[in-house]
């Protein structure tokens, strides 16, 4: 993991790498899934389950899409566990093992995961979300205390459900990163749009050539290194 940090990044960045022709992967589909060894609470009281994968001082939180659970970012939180960080994956809220109602307040549950990593010992944390998760990572960061050390949002929307990322956005401080698919439709509007709010200077943003979305974009290699370069850089 790298210690020292790079100069500011305001400058959007356009990934040109060649991207195969096949079909973008089903998000979700993975080959195995974990057994839960995580249960924790939000603070309006829903209770979710997950798994915590790897050790380390430095946590990182990964919240899913609609339609998805733990499983969908298991494959590549591995890896990112493989690089010494500890990482959660977790049903949010009406998904998976996890109670309530879906698709209503994914910066609770984001913001409940962030606590439990840092119950478990984790000194410092990074949030990664996709789509739904994407906007729980944004609208969430803000309010979290202690800080949290990064964020990284794959084609959130600027809201969902009763999370509104656009106003969190605009007081977010700590080094971000905006990934979305050019032809991704609406989507890339609203990854356009929460980069410009952003109030951090330590801001990137990435245009991958592709109409592929959320959790699929790290199946493309440079979305990949992008990533994990963020990562290491926020978290070392």
């Known amino acids: ?17 060649a991207i195969a022709t096949s079909a ?7 080959s195995a899934c974990v057994a839960t ?5 939000t603070v309006d009281g829903v209770r979710l389950h997950g798994a915590v994968v790897g050790r380390g001082t430095t946590g990182v939180v990964f919240a899913h899409q609609v339609a998805g659970d733990r499983c969908q970012w298991l494959d590549f939180a591995r890896e990112v566990a ?14 998976g093992a996890s109670s309530g109602s879906a698709n209503v307040r994914p910066d609770r549950d984001v ?6 990593l840092r119950r478990r010992g984790a000194r410092k944390v990074i949030l990664v979300g ?13 309010g979290i205390r202690p800080a949290v050390s ?7 929307p600027v809201g969902f459900g009763g999370a509104n ?17 050019r032809d991704d439709g609406d989507f890339a509007a609203a990854t356009r749009a929460l980069y410009r709010a952003a109030a951090t200077k330590d801001k990137e943003l990435v245009i991958a050539p592709t109409s592929w979305h959320g959790v699929d974009l790290v199946a493309l290699p440079a979305v990949k290194r992008v990533v994990l370069e963020f990562i290491g850089r926020v978290g070392g």
């Not at 690089?83 to 809220?93: A, H, I, K, N, T």
């Not at 996709?130 to 803000?142: I, R």
């Not at 990064?150 to 959130?156: A, I, K, W, Y």
Request: hydrophobic share 55%; net charge positive.
């Open 1 to 17: 993991m790298g210690c020292v940090l790079r100069p500011t990044l305001v400058l959007a960045v356009v990934i040109a790498a």
């Open 24 to 30: 973008a992967p089903s998000s979700g589909a993975q």
């Open 37 to 41: 060894n995580a249960r924790f609470a």
């Open 82 to 95: 493989s690089d010494g960080y500890r990482v959660l994956v977790f049903d949010m809220r009406g998904y």
């Open 111 to 116: 913001a409940a995961a962030a606590a439990e």
């Open 130 to 142: 996709a789509s739904m998760g994407g906007t729980g990572v944004v609208a969430a960061a803000p």
């Open 150 to 156: 990064g964020v990284v949002d794959l084609s959130g």
């Open 165 to 181: 990322a656009l106003p969190a956005a605009r007081k977010l401080r700590r080094p971000a990163l905006f990934v979305v698919g």
